[in-house]
């Protein structure tokens, strides 16, 4: 059974930080890329944090570059975010996914809420 599931969510005031990790089992974590999307009230889910396979290739969406950190640990099968700077814009709700070229997979997890707010 899939399963992707999302921690570390929560209220933080603006300029703090939170760290977002993602247990993932029932299926070949190596071969999967991995990645954070979020979707705020009202607008569409939007791509946040990529990694590759074995971590040599990220990529993050100009709204976070150089606050958000993303990595993954091969050997626990997790990926987290680290989260630095936040902002109220930053608050959504978060969502773990899996993605495979070869055959083609999606996963997803069921999202944890992050707000920032004073």
Known sequence: QVQLVESGGGLVQP??????SCAASGFGFTS?????????PGKERELVATISYIG??????DSVKGRFTISR?????TVSLQMNSLKSE????????????????????QGTQVTVSS
């Open 15 to 20: 300029g703090g930080s939170l760290r977002l």
């Open 32 to 40: 999967y890329r991995m990645s954070w999307y979020r979707q705020a």
């Open 56 to 61: 040599g290739t990220i990529t993050y969406s």
């Open 73 to 77: 640990n091969n050997v626990e099968n």
């Open 90 to 109: 930053d608050t959504a709700v978060y969502y773990c996914n899996a993605q495979s070229v070869a055959p083609k997979r999606v996963y997803w997890g």
